[in-house]
């Protein structure tokens, strides 16, 4: 997307801009009030962005037009007060409201995605959109948005996610919830009409032949409890097979105490590094000099009645594997019923077999609902996984980026917003707006211009300034930025020296008064291109 020209006015006078480029732009004057904050919320305000001027600019008495290109495209915007005009080639559209433009601009111009709201998919407002690429000079905070309407803070989040393609549509919170009433709600179902099938109580044996519903849950049953068995089978094996090694470790390291006891009786042991005879035996918490033969008797006599623990340990649990091994033999058995039980049961099995259908289909159902659940369940959170990646890349680059213009600086970043009590000094504020910008412009790769009013805001210094143009100049972006010069700046032509930049100089204009007459003949003509409209 591309600013191609910015327009407003009335009848009277206005003001027209047509010397934007697609590169970085910087619409600059000499002093204050000379309209760079007006041409930068009527073009933003044609596009449907809330009204944000000052009470002193009486803004619904103007009209207000923008030229946008997107793919190739040409798009024409024409507000006053909420009714928009938007025109394209061969066709004009007529809104009443910047909401019903929304969804013409999701499905025609740009993509304006979807986020959860009240329990439902919702398109966010083009004011949350914009605030992906737009900083306006009034009312900002890094802490908030600068726009309040109906969205807030965690709204623009799950905007950024849903531009990085990480949606909740495919498995919301509505729609697990939806899967967990239903569940219930067939729980419920299902317990009652199995209180009509009583050859399930009467006879449990029989039933298992002739009941699907009871056959079912049986066969759940014998794989729980054969599961459990087996884990149980697996952990206690696990524990002898270390209780073995143990075992194992400590008649070698009794071989290694008789076999220095040899040595010593031999000759001296030495180390080879230091000439030490001193000898030392260590178990997890205490050493134990080995040297002296008293204590070394006293450590085998010690290791000696802990490997007899160890064959006693061993030996209870091959009693407990033993154990499990039977029991797991008594539920692999079946024991079916006699042909005297099924022919008694007989008639009740028939008169009951319709239960037993509805009880068997309603069963299937609660277990497909669960496993839909599971996956659903699976996807958010392997979703929630992706989204926390996602935010933390985000904030290393911000960290990146904020290290690349500030050295020095103790900006830390835990979040796209501030927190509310955060307090900055000088600039702070607007190299976190800076950061930010950059930072989503690189992970969603939007098709957006940036645009930022007033974007030396706190006395940025000269070094930081150069560095976030050279960050602009490289984003093979459009850039608008307005700034106020001190008056050696403007003197030096600060902008006009710099091949990477369009300088568009705004000192001309009246002071407070960037609408003139010379200008009404060609906004006539901008107005006129939307057939029908009458200034």
């Known amino acids: 997307m591309q600013i191609k020209k910015i327009a407003f006015g009335d009848s009277q006078e206005a003001f027209i801009e047509s010397r934007l480029t697609g590169g970085v732009n910087v619409i ?36 207000f037009y923008s030229e946008i290109e997107v793919n ?15 025109k394209t080639d061969g066709a004009m559209q007529i809104f009443n409201s910047v909401g019903e433009l929304r969804y013409f601009l999701d499905k025609f111009v740009f993509r304006i995605p979807k986020v959860q709201k009240d329990n439902r998919a919702t398109l966010v407002d083009l004011s949350l959109l914009y605030e992906l690429f737009f900083i306006g000079q009034d009312s900002r905070n890094p802490s908030g948005l600068i726009s309040k309407g109906q969205f807030n803070k965690q709204d623009f989040k799950n905007m950024v996610h849903a531009l990085a393609g990480l949606s909740t549509s495919t498995a919301n919170l509505s729609d697990i919830q939806a899967t967990k009433n239903k569940i219930a709600e067939l729980k419920i179902k299902l317990k009652e009409t199995k209180k009509k099938i009583s050859i399930i109580k009467q006879n449990p044996n029989v039933a298992e032949v002739f009941s699907k519903t009871f056959d079912s849950n049986k066969v759940q049953e014998k794989i729980k409890s054969i599961s459990g068995i087996n884990e149980k089978l697996s952990k206690v094996r696990r524990s002898r097979q270390r209780e073995i090694n143990r075992k194992s470790k400590l008649e070698q390291l009794v071989s290694e105490l008789k076999s220095l006891n040899r040595d010593l009786s031999e000759g001296n042991v030495q180390c080879g590094d230091c000439g030490s005879d001193k000898i030392v ?32 340990l061993i030996n209870d649990l091959s009693r407990e594997i033993n154990f499990l091994q039977d029991h797991l033999n008594d539920e692999m058995e079946e024991t079916p019923p006699s042909f005297q039980q099924i022919i008694l049961y007989s008639e009740q099995v028939v008169s009951e077999k319709n239960h037993d259908d509805d ?65 900055f000094s000088g600039s702070e504020g607007q190299e976190f707006y800076f950061c930010k910008l950059i930072a989503l412009s690189r992970s969603l790769n939007h098709d957006f211009p940036l645009i930022v009013d007033s974007f030396r805001d706190g006395e ?13 100049s490289k984003l093979s972006r459009q850039v608008i930025l307005t700034s106020t010069l001190k008056d050696e700046e403007y003197n030096s032509d600060k902008y006009k020296n710099n091949s990477e930049i369009n300088a568009i100089d705004y000192s001309l204009h009246s002071d407070c008064k960037i609408l003139d007459k010379q200008s009404r003949e060609g906004f006539i003509d901008l107005i006129s291109n939307f057939n029908g409209i009458v200034l």
């Open 72 to 86: 190739g495209e040409s798009y024409e915007f024409l507000r006053k007060k909420n009714t928009v005009a938007l």
């Open 359 to 423: 009880s068997f289909s309603l069963s299937r159902e609660i277990e497909s609902l669960q496993a839909q659940l599971a996956s659903s369940i699976e996807i958010d959170d392997a979703l929630k996984t992706d989204k926390k990646t996602f935010d933390l890349n985000l904030l290393n680059d911000m960290s990146s980026i904020y290290k690349s213009i500030d050295p020095n600086g103790n900006l830390t970043f835990e979040d796209i917003f501030t927190k509310r009590d955060s307090t």
């Open 28 to 63: 600059y004057s000499d002093d204050n009030n000379r309209g760079k904050t007006l041409v930068m919320q009527g073009l933003m305000f044609s596009l449907g962005y809330e009204s944000i001027f000052p009470s002193s600019f009486h803004y619904k008495d103007k009209y």
């Open 281 to 312: 035996y260590s178990n997890t918490d205490l050493t134990f000099e080995v040297s002296n033969i008293d204590v070394r008797n006293g450590i085998l006599n010690s290791i000696s009645e802990n490997i007899t623990q160890k064959v006693e």
């Open 460 to 472: 940025l210094s000269t070094n930081k300034e150069e560095s976030m143009l050279n960050i602009y």
